[in-house]
């Protein structure tokens, strides 16, 4: 058995059913291409609604699945979520990265430093799974879209702070190594309640 299945296989795909709405709706703008507000009928049979990212998240998902598949993996984990943030290049989460030396070729290495490589023969899923940590990811970003009273979108943003939420996750443990920190996390924090207040300050 090769280093890298060694090394993930103890990953756990999603299956909560608790969780499923939100990665499901992520999959669905990433796989139609839509970012409309969309509707869906609960196992209880009344509406809800489904959560909007934004666009430059949405492609960071996508770019997320097309890393693991480079790399051969067999999920996509919150190191897949990061590398598809600087895949995406465009987003302030990217730029902001990037200001700080975190380039999409250091996040490359470590996790193959940290997860090893694939079997040169493994095909990877057309779309990997998320693991726990990738998907917990998610739902942290809904959670503090949410606590923070931010309207409209998802942003890249808070996708970036929910990797780093998730304390001794492969994301969170790259980002780590390569100087990302607490403080980093509370300014990313900080120009979100700040972009929030302006938006409210034009509307009013």
């Known amino acids: 058995m090769s280093n890298f299945n060694l090394r993930i296989s103890h990953l756990q795909v999603v299956s909560n059913p608790r969780h499923q709405t939100c990665a499901l709706t992520?999959?669905?703008?990433?796989?139609?291409?839509?970012?409309?507000?969309?509707?869906?009928k609960s196992t209880h049979g009344s509406m809800i609604h489904k959560p909007i990212w934004e666009a430059r998240a949405v492609k960071s998902y996508s770019m997320a699945e097309l890393e693991a598949r480079k790399l051969?993996?067999?999920t996509t984990g919150t190191e897949a979520l990061v590398?598809?943030?600087?895949?995406?290049?465009t987003s302030a989460a990217a730029k902001f990265?990037?200001?700080?030396?975190?380039?999409l070729f250091g996040i490359r290495d470590e996790t193959v430093k940290l997860l090893g490589k694939a079997d040169m023969y493994f095909f990877s899923p057309e779309h990997p799974p998320l693991t726990q940590p990738a998907q917990d990811a998610l739902d942290w970003a809904l959670d503090e879209k949410s606590r923070l009273g931010i309207d409209g979108e998802v942003s890249t943003t808070l996708l970036l702070l929910g990797i780093w939420a998730q304390k001794g996750s492969a994301g969170q443990t790259i980002l780590s190594s390569l100087g990302f920190d607490d403080k980093m996390a509370t300014e990313l924090t900080a120009s979100l309640k700040k972009e929030k207040e302006m938006v409210s300050a034009a509307s009013s």
Request: charged share 25%; net charge positive.
């Open 83 to 89: 590398m598809g943030i600087l895949t995406e290049g």
């Open 97 to 103: 990265l990037r200001k700080n030396g975190i380039t």
């Open 26 to 40: 992520i999959l669905d703008l990433v796989h139609t291409g839509t970012c409309k507000r969309e509707q869906a």
């Open 72 to 74: 051969k993996y067999s």
